[in-house]
């Protein structure tokens, strides 16, 4: 479990968001773009309604990324989360 949270963190927190900068968007920009195709990545886990919890999770996950400029704390977060 702990590898795949290492793999989602750097595809969606380090790849796609490298990538959604290369394209010129903000840190805002980029992140919203990054949390709606982790909120899609998780949509067979969950249904429409509930697609909201990935979503701002993808959001929170992608802020700490941009405010400490590692991707250790959201791997970290993500664990938690996942362990809970």
Do not use: C, W
């Not at 840190?27 to 909120?39: G, H, L, T, W």
């Not at 697609?51 to 938690?80: A, C, D, E, Q």
Request: charged share 10%; hydrophobic share 50%; proline share 2%.
């Amino acid at each position: 479990m702990l590898l795949v949270n290492f793999i989602y963190i750097i595809i969606f927190r380090g790849l796609s968001f490298f990538a959604l900068k290369y394209y010129k968007l903000s840190d805002v920009e980029a992140n919203i773009a990054q949390s709606i195709i982790f909120m899609l990545a998780h949509y067979g886990t969950y249904n429409l309604k509930t697609s909201l919890l990935p979503l701002l999770l993808g959001y929170l996950l992608g802020k700490l990324y941009t405010s400490s400029k590692s991707l250790t704390p959201s791997i970290i977060f993500h664990g938690l989360y996942n362990f809970f």
